[in-house]
């Protein structure tokens, strides 16, 4: 697997648009903190983000690992772009040509693709712990190392996200249009969730339990959004007298169905792959 691997980072040290992409990434992860200074105006209420306890533990993981995963698509074009210089530049048949199968292609596809979110993870954990003992009110050991699910559940999300891109970079070989066939489906699930809410089973509860095995959806039903959870959006819903009942939770089943869709993309690459005459 380190053979795999290093053949893979190899071709990325001489890729610049793949340093210039992953470098911002994580910058911009970096540059979490200047939405503290960001102030919000809802009618006659008035807010900065860093007076409502954005960075308090454990709510900093839950808050940060879903900022980030909102700029997942910078490391998304890396792995996108990575499948289709193999084609253009043809590294892929060279590998071919030189004793790799096709198998341990996609599996060195896979190896990065993990690689690329453990270390997105590992250095949101670091920005995370950094941010939290800076403005936290609270740093006991037992409340800040709770809720970290949130980092497995990003894990999870980008692992499956990232096999996506793997599989369309390898389906359609050119990366501009990977890109924007991942848009298109994008809007697809949207239209048919919109049909399944409003039109087949009017606003009941079945819509969202078929559209939580949707690709995408599944993957961003892993960290849904966290700015309701604050007591100024309660305490503003509460005056219009709406109230918010949300799982803001992290379960078990969301995790396995985007696994399982994480093993069909690689599945598919290696067979898509293996019928290909290259």
Known sequence: MLRLLNIELHKLKYSRSAKILTTTYFILITFIALIASIEFNLGNVHFRLADQGIFNFPFIWHFNSYIAALLKLFLAIVIVSM??????????????????????FVLSKFITVVLFSLVSTLFLFIVSLILGYSFSDYTELSIVFSDLEYLLGYFVKLVGFFSFCMFLGILIKRSAFALGFLFIWWIAESIAYGVLKW???????????????????????????PISRLNVIKAAASQIGSELDKDYGVHWYQILIVIAWTGLFVFMSYKLLKKRDL
């Open 83 to 104: 499948m289709s210089n193999e084609y253009s530049n043809r590294t892929l048949k060279q590998n071919l040509i030189d004793g790799l199968s096709k198998k341990e």
């Open 199 to 225: 039109k087949i089973f009017r606003d009941s509860d079945v819509a969202d339990s078929i559209a939580q095995f949707f690709p995408l959806e599944s993957m961003s039903n892993l960290v849904v959004e």
